[in-house]
């Protein structure tokens, strides 16, 4: 029998293999005993551990977490050991040609694959039954057993099948979004099919058609050209916590070189601070109104082109006003009437959006003044803007506002989504990785059944079995809404964390605590896991060759090798080979499903990476001899290029040096702003910028018909009002009469982790505290004071966390880091780590597919209850151990 045993920092580093020391991390197998303390701390001199060295390996592995980053991480290995980690010193960091260095999370990973919480077996819920679930009610806080890899797919095969038989394929609920990364998506396909799920997810509502528009996803310039840029205009941003690396280094550099900085948003963020950026306060979810109002300061205000680039609106854009109609317009309303009131009778003044949006007028006519045709702007948004209910016009907004200003195909001005990895230097990809996944990987179509729940949705689907089919929002596949029923069986969770990461947590519990039964693969247990029946535990990326999805996603000028550093640990196994156990218990032909071995997709994708070169074509990264195919036992035709295969792998990456003058410097639109009749907009009807967009409002109308509250999305950037958002805050709008949730709640990725990714690591748990922030004044007229202990509470959900007061959050706001793994006390129902989507709630009220996270509202007070809150950092891990151990 196994019970779930916690144990105390002291005893982790007492008896686990896993210790930090003082020259570094030691692995779990290679830690000896005579050189640590009862707490984890190095004895001995500097030379013994330089002897201990001798003969030891640097090998480039993986920073495989989804955190917006992409990072060089190297570690030393001996006998398989890991003794220790650095990051890029692979040469002299310049601005021509940085170095890939890695934040607190990469230096942290260590923790994650040789951390005392892996699981090292597979196991099931002490009170699951086969067939009927059990007790389902002990979903999350059962006990565990250990059992054998053979029980284990026996179990889950004979749930698979089960539920087949009984009910159907589309029973079993695969969460994995489109099969964009996980492994089983293939089997589960060969199978017969599961029901997909679908979501805005990152991108918000910018992964709606924009291109219809002429919004290109992440259409920016390249990093050589910001430095031409009077101003930079960070809109939701915060690089600095969400992606550390590169993008925060060219931040320095531009602010350095004379760019100025204005940040729009809720709070005035590490980002903001980091480039002493002009802040522009403005609530969550009312940016449409905060650039309506904007425009109507520059249309009004203008003086002969003091403001407005007339010729690029009269060349380039199509809907402005009436003499700029596109063709195939269903209606003769146009951008500046609208805005001037004359459809509903509300002029969208500064005054109207400071009601709404709170940023005050001076403000927002100081944002026109800036964003004027006088002054080279370049606008980088992330997506926070675009993750609200009732955003859906958001990105059209936003280019509009650029095209205002002519802000668009010239050097020093650009306006586009710019996340993560890539953010500040777009582009055509100078080193263009491809992936060795199978056919089936990324592919909608490999899936018989065509049902597609919506991420905000699921959980009531669950729960009622009723739920609104229009079809696949990740492949852009639209349909018009179909009431359809089902009836979910078996819950599948594969590489993501659903319950932790999706909306309404709460709903979500409980419809894990419906089903029959579910499984999950993990190497800690997350939260999706903790929820499971079954637990199968994998190898992590550091554990065997893989080149997957998030591993191919760089900065434009670079590329990552990496490649196995220790064998898997424990008992766990490589997803690959656990979706071979499968096929081989469910009659799926593995061989024909996956031919190649890991090692030999690994060596493809190397193979056909390329690098571009100074004429625009792309060539051969790697020369691979043939006698680099047999050392890893693989096949492959030898090649000619840039650098040798082994200098890529004990590098563990390769980056384009550059230069001002180089013929890589990329500005979006230029061509069609140069001539707009010769180099159309291929993806628009008109061929122009569409402030007018037909095909937009025809593809919201499809998408959310019969859903009163946002069937009518316009073909122009309107103001759409929030559900759940600032104006619902008040029970009496008019009278301004508050109502029982009067603080809008946003959310933040946080440096700590990537979403809920390594939120288990004790280093990084020490470093980022995770409190919520709030306004200092509205902390005053509750009487909290910083560090006091605050009970956050909604409908949904509540959860009690330290608050950091200051002035930097705007009033009636609370700021919440995303991904806390949650730790609910039973007793009461409150959560302690402050998991964000204990608030959030379904997304019923909204156009179909959108994840409105940062729409939510909620109150807070002092928590004046028992339970005790240490300081995370102080928490047991959460280590499931048989009684023996």
Not at 10 to 25: L, V, Y
Not at 273 to 279: I, K, P, T, Y
Not at 325 to 353: I, L, S
Request: hydrophobic share 35%; glycine share 8%.
């Amino acid at each position: 029998m196994t019970v779930s045993k916690n144990i105390d920092r002291r005893q982790f580093c007492k008896g686990a293999a896993a210790a930090t020391a003082a020259f570094g991390a030691l692995s779990l197998a290679g830690c000896a005993e005579g050189n640590l303390t009862e707490t984890g701390e190095a004895v001995g001199s500097a030379e013994a551990f330089v002897a201990n060295e001798k003969d030891a390996e640097w090998v480039s592995v993986p920073c495989w977490h989804n955190c917006g980053g992409r990072c060089l991480n190297k570690v030393l290995v001996k006998d398989g050991v890991v003794l220790r980690q650095k990051t890029d010193d692979t040469h002299e960091d310049s601005w021509d040609w940085p170095q890939s260095r890695g934040c607190l999370r990469g230096r942290s990973v260590q923790q994650q694959v040789f951390g005392a919480d892996r699981l090292k077996y597979p196991m099931k819920r002490k009170h699951w039954e086969p067939l009927t679930g059990g007790d389902k009610s002990l979903r999350g806080r059962d006990e565990w057993v250990r059992i054998s890899w053979d029980e284990a797919l026996d179990y889950v095969a004979a749930e698979l099948k089960n539920a087949k038989e009984k009910y159907g394929n589309r029973s079993i609920f695969y969460m994995n979004m489109a099969n964009l990364e996980g492994v089983l998506g293939g089997v589960l396909g060969a199978f017969g099919g599961y029901a997909d799920v679908c979501g805005t997810q990152s991108g918000g509502t910018f992964q709606y058609p924009t291109m219809p528009f002429g919004l290109v996803y992440g259409g920016l310039n390249d990093r050589y050209d910001i430095l031409n840029a009077d101003y930079h205009i960070l809109w939701g941003h915060n690089a600095a916590w969400c992606a550390f690396g590169n993008p925060s280094y060219y931040l320095k550099h531009f602010k350095k070189s004379g760019v100025k900085y204005v940040f729009v948003g809720p709070e005035f963020n590490a980002t903001a601070s980091f480039v002493d950026a002009e802040w522009i306060p403005t609530r969550p979810g009312t940016d449409t109104a905060l650039i309506l109002g904007i425009a109507h300061s520059m249309i009004t205000r203008d003086d002969n082109g003091s403001l407005i680039d007339w010729d690029f609106l009269d060349r380039c854009t199509v809907g402005f006003d009436a003499d700029h109609m596109p063709a195939d317009a269903k209606t003769d309303e146009n951008f500046r009437d609208y805005v001037m009131g004359k459809y509903d009778g509300v002029e969208k003044t500064p005054e109207w959006a400071s009601e709404i949006c709170g940023t005050p007028v001076d403000k927002i006519h100081r944002l026109a003044d800036i964003l004027s045709c006088k002054n080279n702007c370049y606008f980088s948004t992330n997506g926070a803007p675009a993750r609200n209910k009732g955003a859906e016009n958001y990105p059209q907004a936003f280019m509009t506002l650029a095209c205002l200003g002519g802000h668009i195909g010239k050097s020093g001005n650009a306006c586009a989504l710019d996340m993560n990895y890539s953010s500040f230097n777009r582009g055509p990809n100078l080193v263009q990785p491809v992936d060795g996944r199978v056919p089936w990987q990324g592919s909608i179509d490999m899936n018989p059944v065509d049902d597609v729940l919506q991420c905000g949705e699921m959980w009531n689907t669950i729960l009622t079995g009723k739920y609104t089919y229009t079809g696949h929002h990740t492949r852009a596949k639209y349909k018009a809404p179909e009431e359809r029923e089902i009836d979910i069986r078996v819950i599948v969770s594969d590489q993501h964390n659903f319950l932790q990461t999706q909306s309404h947590m709460s709903e979500g519990i409980e419809a894990f605590r419906k089903v029959d039964f579910v499984f999950s693969l993990a190497y800690v247990m997350k939260t999706d896991a903790r929820y499971a029946d079954i637990v199968l535990p994998i190898a992590t990326r550091w554990e065997y060759n893989k080149n997957s999805f998030y591993d191919t996603m760089m900065d434009k000028e670079n590329g990552f090798a990496h490649r196995k550093a220790v064998d898997p640990l424990f008992e766990s196994k490589t997803d690959w080979n656990i979706a071979k156990g499968l096929c081989e218990r469910l009659g799926v032909d593995w061989g024909k499903l996956c031919p190649d071995t890991d090692d030999q997709m690994w060596m493809n994708a190397m193979a056909k990476t390329t690098v571009m070169n100074e004429a625009g074509k792309y060539e051969p990264l790697l020369t691979i001899a043939q006698e680099d195919y047999e050392r890893y036992n693989v096949i492959g035709t030898p090649q000619e290029g840039r650098i040798p295969l082994e200098k890529f792998l004990d590098d563990g990456v390769y980056r384009v040096k550059r230069s001002a003058d180089d013929p890589f410097v990329h500005i979006q639109y230029k061509k069609f702003r140069e001539d707009p009749d010769a180099n159309p907009i291929a993806t628009t009807a008109s061929g122009k910028l569409e402030i007018y967009c037909q095909a937009k409002g025809d593809v919201f109308a499809l998408i959310n018909k019969g859903i009163d509250r946002y069937e009518d999305i316009s073909p122009l950037p309107k103001y759409v009002e929030q559900h759940e958002g600032y104006t619902d805050s008040f029970t009496d709008w008019e009278k301004k009469v508050r109502g029982p949730y009067p603080f809008q709640m946003t959310h933040v990725h946080y440096l700590r982790r990537a979403h809920s990714d390594m939120d288990n690591l004790p280093w990084a748990r020490e470093a980022m505290t995770n409190p919520v922030f709030i306004n200092k004044d509205d902390a005053a007229a509750k009487g909290i004071s910083n560090g006091d202990i605050i009970l956050v509470r909604n409908d949904n959900g509540s959860f009690i966390r330290p608050a950091s007061v200051s002035r930097t959050i705007m009033p009636g706001g609370i700021l919440v880091p995303h991904g806390a793994g949650v730790r609910i006390d039973e007793e009461s129902g409150i959560d302690k780590a402050g998991a964000d989507n204990m608030m959030t709630s379904s997304c019923k009220e909204t156009s179909a597919g959108l994840n409105g996270w940062n729409t939510t509202l909620v109150d807070y007070e002092k928590y004046t209850g028992n339970i005790e809150l240490l300081p995370d950092c102080e928490w047991p891990l959460e280590i499931p151990l048989p009684d023996e151990e």
